[in-house]
């Protein structure tokens, strides 16, 4: 028995894993001295589906619309991730517009994600309103990926070989659409939130992440580039159109919650900008290269470790083939698997007990990507 | 930075397959005496300061865990892999938790889902995602995963399903041929 | 702290003023978008039930049930999807496989059940308010093509090439080319409701597919004795079904064959015929006749224990399909590897035996069963002016007398009228003697009898074809002949019967040609059956007529081949010969002879 666990002088509680407060299942067992936080420890297998497994029983064309499930507010990256590995292994040749319009779908997908990620950073100090906004917002994006794909949350659009479908007639026009509409909103929204007393008190200086943790730690996305570092793999190693794509990455020096919220509303600039250009060049042709007999389908024997960009970071699929008709092993490795856990319970020793939630969402962790 | 990636190797004194190469990417295979010793000089020397995954496929037919370490460049634009085989039976892999702090979390999903033990790392035996877990790993090859969940939560209902094949083969007694030259299993 | 940081946040409630973003549901209806993935639907006239849906469903959610009594019949195997709604994920793979598109899903969301075991249905069987919707996720196969793709060609002569000689035109698979057309296949199993043996085809395409040849060899011999010859020149009913070929091109069924059978100098090492001991004694059957059917009742006689004699008056065996057939369809080099098999099977054949009335009334004697595969040995003769010139020659005589050599001089100029296979094989013949050739045809080039692809290739050696031509006399024109023809047009027959070519007008139309063949079909010489035999026998058109077991209803006496009605194939004559066989075996030694 240590200082931080220690009853006499600590209390011991729960955080989660049924907590509105949480992102997703998980659930952060607490011990605090005072308000001050002295230990934690992150438990998650709330929402362990044994994707990794499931997936070495499937055809591999089954498991693009398998995959999508591990992320619920951006599953694109999941197809994409997928997609990418298959397709090198197999040495399939994706046509132009296919990489295009898959650029589109992951870039849309990003959009909606930061929409509701940075209202839902203002929702964990009880600003509901920025959080309702946020979600508003993303249901408009979500109305697009229903006409586009016939689904408003799991996709399942991006398949190796291509997309399923072509741009429906008139598209172009509705997403543009509804770019001006939260366009025209977004001042609005940050009058609410970042030019807000209250949520900078909340944030500034507070859920520092240093520097130096990035390497160590491994951190990605908004929380490396919120503390600093360029990491970016659309910039780094980019994949599909995004080395045809001309764009800075955003970065912070803050490394606190606060500079972490304005990445998340500058990614939502940078995907509008995005957005707008992938349209004016989207190029004509097929959208998907020929794929054998699917039940019959045997990849040959390789690996490969894929990874693409997603809201929260750097995300990748380490995938096996045999050469059977199955993989042999899909190991799906989330941004949130450091952040949830070792960054996480690094960061809130010495944190204020009410501050939790709001670290826990700044760091946009998502126990389905940590459980697969 | 591919040069860089191939000075790993190149400037290591000891032999190495090359699994996979790309822009960008490399993926060898050594013997696993040598697997700490590159990922320092990997680490060092070369770089690669971030370790992204430790991964392992079960190699059930070579009696092997094949085990990947994921290591990314501080830029992230370069990804080296190194990939080793260990034997199956009480698999013992040294723990690398010293050099990265996050390797401790990923060897304690292999410990859960492959019953790999990792001595020296501190928190390996901490449940991850199971809880109370008696059963065989259960990421490993040779685990049941059908047979466990009928076991455990019974039969769902019965599904009705013919097969067309064996339904149309039945209905005209096809199989009714004078001389069955092959036996096969239908 | 900045001043406006307190107050800019108030702006927000400027927004309660503002019309509110969300939709009142279900005050409001909110209808899923133009692709949306709802409920299934099935278009009954288009389902096949060839299981694709269920095979590639990831959760089991798709399961083919019997919908009432329904059997399979030619090309459908009779079972419908019926779709567990709580399984099913609304991936919509099932949508992108469907072989013939029936499958859709409609952009309805919304449907309860109080019974998570009865959210079922049977989409297209069971009614739904979704069923006519046009709205929803519909296949698109000219994007993916996952129902249906593309067959691996066939390396050929080229038509400028192959003229020349007789040659065989059709190269053959290479093992890499098969294994991928062969893997095509995705196992329903629709193809052996079509094939009138009913091979085992989804299991030797998987055979070949994992490159075991000798297997798929084997599972041949299972109910086709001629695997070469059908790889070759069979009319396969089986590609016509094949769940592929609808929205792409049919599994190349017949070259797959042709290229197992390729694979062996000799077959029946590969089935080891002589090793197997066979069961003795069981009884002795005469066989009249050495093709197709002949040959196959031969073969699975033999193989069960029983002797098997087999007569035909010619000098060798095969019959018409051996015979008739040119060099560059089917290669006569082919035919000693097939026979070996029967004779190495223990087959008894007796060549140059010509079967009189008197031998078939002997034969019931001393046999314990006579089956009857004489086939068509007759023309068909055909009744304008001119046709008793000597110029004017029996299409299928002149085939039958192995005009490859070029012993029979054609001249220069060649007219072929009529539009079967025999038609088509005189006509390529005589391009390949070096003749130029015209073929008259009543009908139009859709209207042929001809194999399509044998018409196809034809024409790429640039055949002359005359279609819709009334034939209206020959007329002797000094050394040559000269053929009259009209013009026709098709008239719809108000009987809904096909439509009829009526002369257009009364022009007569003219050409200058050296030799006429007549090819217009062949009927049957029933002169070697005894009276006492046919009277007891149904006789239509010159064709036995049987039952199910190629019985002709008198003692002890089969029939099967092109002697009986039936399409006049190759596959349909083998099929009636193993059906003979089996009804021989089952039921031949009970049998009393007849006197």
Redesign the interface.
Known sequence: MNASTDPLKTTHLFFGPQHPGVTGNMSVEMWFDGDEITKAITHVGYLHRGFEKLMERRLWIQNFPLVCRICVPEPDINEECYALAVEKLDGIEVPERARWIRTLVLELARFAVNLMAFGGQAGTIGLGTGAMWGITFRDFVLDLFEELSGARVYHMYIQPGGVRRDLPEGFEKHVLEVLDKIGKRLPEFDRLILNNSVFKDRTVGVGIVKPEWISELGLVGPVARGSGSGRDVRKDAPYEAYGELDFDVVTEQGCDIYSRALIRRREIDLSMDLIRRILESMPGGPVAAPLPNLTEWRIPPGEIYTRVESSRGEYGYYVVSDGSLKPRRVHVRGPSYVHALTLLERMLVGANIADVSNIMVSLTTCPPEIER | MDKNLQRIISESSFESDT??ED???L?VRVSRVHVLELLLSAKQRFDM?????I????RIEDAVFQL?W?L?D??????F?I?ADYPRENCTVPTIGDI???A??FERELHEMYGIDFPGNPRQNE?????DWRELP??R?D?D?LEYSLRTYGER?K???????????D??D?W???????D?ER | MKFTDIVSPFLAWSRAAKKADTIPYPQKSNPGSDRYRGFHRNDLDKCIGCGRCEEICQNLAIGMVQVEDSQPVKGDSGLRPLVDYGRCCWCALCIDVCSTGSLSLSNSYSWTTYNADTCAYIPGTDEKAWDHTPKGYSQDNSILKWAGSPRVSMPAARPDKRVDSFEEVIRGYSPEQAAIEAARCIQCGLCVTACPAHMHIPEYLRAIADGDYAGAVKLFFDNNPLPEMCGKVCTRECESVCAMGYQGEAIAIRWLKRFACEQFESLSDVLAVDEKPLEQGRGKVAIIGTGPAGLSAAYYLSRMGFEAHVFDKDEEGGGVAQHAIPEYRLPAAGYEKQMDVFRKAGAHFHYGTEVNDADILKMSDDYDAVFIAAGLQKSSEFRIPGVELPGVKHAFYFLMNKPEDGSIDVGARVLVIGGGNVAMDTARTCLRLGSEVVISYRRRIVDMPADEEEIEEAMEESIDFRPQTIPIRIEKAGQRLKYFYAEAEMIDDPNGGRPKPVRKDDIEHGIEIDTVFLAIGQSSDLGFLPEVIAEKMTIQWGEIEVDKDQYTGVKNIYAGGDITPGAGDIITAIADGMRAAKAIRDGGNLIVNLK
Do not use: C, N
Request: proline share 8%.
């Open positions: 699994i996979r822009e960008g990417y993926h300061e971030t370790l992204q995954l991964s392992v496929v079960d990947t994921i990314e501080s830029g992230g634009t370069s990804v892999m990939s990265w702090p996050t401790i979390l449940d991850f995602l199971l809880e259960p990421m090859r685990f995963t209902r599904r009705t399903h013919t097969d067309p094949r064996e339904y149309i083969a209905s005209i096809e009714d041929t004078p001389v069955p030259m092959k096969f």
